[in-house]
Structures are given as structure tokens and as C-alpha cells.
């Protein structure tokens, strides 16, 4: 049997389903030591772990249910093997708290967390359209030429939005106030590795600043086609969603977060130009 310990700040069936697939005992951490992690401190949502064990009593699933406080960790010293859902909770508890125990960490989806919300993902290969369109290809080019032109030493992305294959609007990520703002005080971005902290920057990223042109002129881009080098960001993926967009091209990169899922729910089209 297995012993099985998690946070869970809200029951919905992914929880049900990972802890049907681990019978046992279950302990739930209790949200006095989940709130030493001080962002968690914002979880309003976050039920109370004897909440959660009412309700999931009331479902069987667990014959034995605890709920783990600093004050009886001890009722683990007897326990070689425990698992848990491979999230930040997990691994902060553990090795806070329990350094010395074999943890089984299990990769599941069940809430977003530190590790999931950084995780890179490689476009959907099943769903992703591939092009060698000659007019894609040429399109594609001149997004690379135009990343070209941004002054940004940590990456270079290049921007075109395109109807009935005519150019509309054409961008390159750049820094504001002014092109020597990031050069003068440096940019809050350089302290954040890839993926991480994107919104923490001087600069505008190329698909927002063509959004925020075609508004200010006036020009609808439901419709268009926006033509990328790297793969939108989430929070250029939710304002292309939003901005009618229907086929987004890119040349590299990765799905991070929900990028991938909000441009398919408006169905945009998603298209690797190689």
C-alpha cells in the first residue's frame, strides 16, 4: 500500500484520478506549513485540509486520511516510501521536512505551480501544421530581417501581420521609453534565465506592438495572419487570441504555459514555417 502525501487546495477529478491510482494512506498537508511559501499565502481559493478530507471521505477513496501538521510529522519516522504529486509543494516540504525519505515523485497536472507555469513545451506535434510555402518562407524571411533591427542582446524576435498576403503591420521587439533606455539602466529582464519572468522587461515584444498599431490605426486584424521567428509568449498568445487572429507561423521556439491552449480554443491556426 502506498502512502501518499499532498496539498490540495481545491478537489476537482484530477485529484480524484491521481489518488485512485495510489491506494494507501494519504496525508494532507496542512495549510499552516503550505503557507511557509509565502506566494501560496495568496491562494484564496485554498480550502482547509479538513475540508478536503470530509469531502474526500465522503468518496471513499481513502480508508485512512490525516492531516499532516508541524506538530506530528513524527507520525512519519516509521515510513520508508512515500509518494507525492511532483509539484513546488511537494519538493519544499520534503526537503524541508523530510530529508531523509525516499519521496516518488509523480509528474501529473493538478494545479498550476513554480514548476509547471516554466515549464517549455514543444508545440503540439500531433496538431502542428509544418509549411515549406514558398510565400511563407519569403514572409518568414523578412520577419527574421526584422528581428534583426532589435537592439535586445537577450533574444531578437521578429513580427509580421499579413492578410490576402499583403504585408499589414511589421515589428520587431524593442525597448520604451526609448531605444537607449535598457542600455542606460540595464533591463530587469537579464536577471530571469529563458521563459521565466518574460513580463519583466523594458522592452515591447514584436506581436504587441503590432496588436497595439493596428488599434491605434484603426485596422481590424481579425482574420489576418501573424507571422512570428519565435513562438508566442502566453501573454502574446492571449492578445493575438483576442486581436481574430486565425493562423500564427513561427520558425522556433516553445509553447510556455497555456500559450498552446489559448490559441487553440479561438481556433488559431498554429504553423512551424521550415
Known amino acids: 500500500m502506498n502512502t501518499v502525501i499532498a ?16 491506494p494507501g494512506t494519504l496525508y494532507l ?12 499565502e495568496r491562494d484564496i481559493r485554498a480550502m482547509s485540509a479538513q475540508e478536503i478530507k470530509a469531502s474526500l471521505e465522503s468518496l471513499g477513496i481513502y480508508k485512512d486520511i490525516k492531516i499532516l ?32 525519505k525516499k519521496i516518488e515523485y509523480v509528474k501529473t497536472f493538478l494545479r498550476w505551480n513554480n514548476h509547471n507555469a516554466q515549464q517549455k513545451n514543444a508545440p503540439d506535434i500531433i496538431d502542428r501544421i509544418v509549411s515549406q510555402d514558398e510565400f511563407d518562407r519569403e514572409i518568414m524571411g523578412k ?62 515584444h514584436a506581436e504587441a506592438q503590432i496588436i497595439a498599431e493596428a488599434a491605434k490605426r484603426g485596422i481590424s486584424l481579425d482574420g489576418a495572419s501573424m507571422y512570428v521567428t519565435t513562438y508566442p509568449c502566453p501573454v502574446c498568445a492571449k ?7 486565425k493562423k500564427v507561423y513561427f520558425q522556433e521556439g516553445y509553447a510556455l504555459l497555456d500559450a498552446e491552449d489559448i490559441l487553440k480554443s479561438v481556433g488559431a491556426e498554429i504553423i512551424q514555417v521550415k
Open 143 to 204: 520577419a527574421i530581417i526584422e528581428s534583426e533591427k532589435s537592439p535586445d542582446w537577450w533574444r531578437q524576435i521578429g513580427a509580421l501581420a499579413v492578410r490576402d498576403k499583403k504585408i499589414l503591420f511589421t515589428a520587431h521587439n524593442r525597448p520604451l521609453p526609448s531605444e537607449q533606455v535598457h542600455n542606460i539602466f540595464g533591463d530587469p529582464r537579464s536577471n530571469f534565465d529563458y521563459g521565466v519572468s518574460f513580463e519583466l522587461s523594458k522592452f515591447i
Open 69 to 100: 501538521t508541524k506538530e506530528n510529522i513524527n507520525k512519519l519516522d516509521g515510513i520508508e516510501h512515500i509518494t507525492m504529486p511532483y509539484e513546488d509543494v511537494s519538493e519544499i516540504f520534503a526537503t524541508t521536512y523530510l530529508p531523509q
Open 239 to 245: 492578445s493575438i487570441a483576442v486581436a481574430g487572429i
Open 29 to 40: 498537508l496542512d495549510l499552516t506549513l503550505v503557507r511557509e511559501i509565502p506566494r501560496l
Open 7 to 22: 496539498y490540495v487546495p481545491a478537489l476537482h477529478s484530477g485529484y480524484i484520478d491521481f489518488f485512485k491510482k495510489y
